[in-house]
């Protein structure tokens, strides 16, 4: 059964080239919101993939994402591809075409090169979920005059209107004149005395009333610390006797030096980049004894990897993929290292 498609689409969701080995590589594109005129639609933004049949290095990243799914070995992942891919040129060769769910269809020309219609509705991305287009109808030319002369006419009719609004308003001025000025020299008393009476709320407020003059002296107010020494326990009141008493204590003991133990075979803090992986799916007890033996012929930089679900020795931690790849080509004279390979920490 070929399961390549599912990995290829979950690898593309943070990656941009994804290679099948000794095949081809897809890659992801970023196509820009755009207008189709023929329909006059507008198209939002989309990633779409290619195909290239020169990309056919292994760069490990597919056979990992078979050996954290499947929790195999990294040569049974590779192996496992590579039955896929046989099966995936049957395909082409009996039917002339075979499709990659929501991904494109793969086809062999005459010629005997891969041909790739990729998905029209381009590849998952999340950034871009939900975006769907919309249609905006553009005027035709001859829709234009018609449209100018309604547009005047309207116009005509707004100015109409104003013009008699403006003499109606005119006329309830002249009209209501006598009645206005009655009721602005009315409210202006109003104001007046509601002025008044809030400057007499104010000079209330902030004039200080006079004190009694009396000569009777203050009486100071003791705190009563009877209840206190009531609820207090004896063992705090009495702290600093208690304190002297525990330092002299602890002079007479003798220091016993702290014993530390260190265990070089122990995993590291898990950090960014990359590694070489030596063994997988051994037991914790078996992968210790590993690395000890590792050490002790020089590898200095073997280490245990642990998962929940199995355990790795692995070897050094590099920044880039490149940087683990030519460090491995320089251990291969090892037997350690014929069969190990390079995977992301």
């Keep these: 059964m070929i399961e390549l498609n599912r990995h290829i689409e979950i690898l593309l969701l943070d990656n941009d080239c994804v290679i099948i080995p000794n095949f081809g590589g897809f890659t992801a594109h970023y196509v820009e919101a755009r207008k189709d005129e023929k329909d006059n639609t507008f198209l939002p933004p989309m990633r779409t993939i290619g195909f290239n049949p020169k990309l056919t290095l292994n760069d490990s990243l597919l056979a990992q994402s078979y050996v954290e799914v499947y929790d195999i070995s990294y040569p049974d992942a590779v192996a496992r591809i590579a039955d896929e891919v046989r099966e995936l040129r049957q395909h082409l060769e009996f039917e002339g075409q075979y499709e990659l769910n929501d991904i494109g269809i793969l086809k062999l020309n005459s010629n005997g090169a891969y041909e790739f219609d990729p998905c029209s509705a381009g590849i998952l991305t999340p950034s871009l979920y939900a975006l769907s287009y919309f249609e905006f109808d553009t005027i035709s030319p001859s829709e234009r005059p018609a449209l100018t002369t309604a547009t005047a006419t309207t116009h005509d009719e707004v100015l109409a209107t104003a013009s008699e609004n403006t003499s109606q308003d005119e006329t309830l001025t002249a009209e209501n004149a006598p009645l206005t000025g009655a009721l602005t020299s009315r409210s202006a008393i109003i104001w007046r005395n509601v002025a008044i009476g809030f400057a007499a709320f104010i000079a209330f407020l902030l004039i200080p009333a006079p004190l009694a003059n009396n000569n009777g002296q203050l009486t100071t107010a003791e705190v009563n610390?009877?209840?206190?020494?009531?609820?207090?326990?004896?063992?705090?009141?009495?702290?600093?006797?208690?304190?002297?008493?525990?330092?002299?204590?602890?002079?007479?003991?003798?220091?016993?030096?702290?014993?530390?133990?260190?265990?070089?075979?122990?995993?590291?803090?898990?950090?960014?980049?990359?590694?070489?992986?030596?063994?997988?799916?051994?037991?914790?007890?078996?992968?210790?004894?590993?690395?000890?033996?590792?050490?002790?012929?020089?590898?200095?930089?073997?280490?245990?990897?642990?998962?929940?679900?199995?355990?790795?020795?692995?070897?050094?931690?590099?920044?880039?993929?490149t940087e683990a790849y030519n460090a491995l080509n320089k251990l291969n004279d090892s037997k350690e290292f014929a069969e190990a390979?390079?995977?992301?920490?």
């Design 225 to 321: 610390t009877k209840l206190l020494e009531y609820i207090t326990p004896k063992d705090v009141t009495i702290g600093q006797e208690q304190v002297e008493a525990n330092i002299k204590r602890l002079q007479t003991k003798p220091d016993k030096p702290f014993e530390t133990k260190t265990n070089n075979t122990q995993q590291r803090p898990k950090q960014e980049g990359f590694t070489i992986v030596l063994a997988s799916k051994v037991s914790k007890k078996n992968a210790y004894a590993y690395v000890s033996d590792l050490q002790k012929r020089g590898f200095k930089d073997a280490r245990v990897w642990l998962k929940k679900r199995h355990n790795k020795v692995v070897y050094g931690l590099y920044n880039t993929h």
């Design 341 to 345: 390979w390079v995977m992301k920490n």
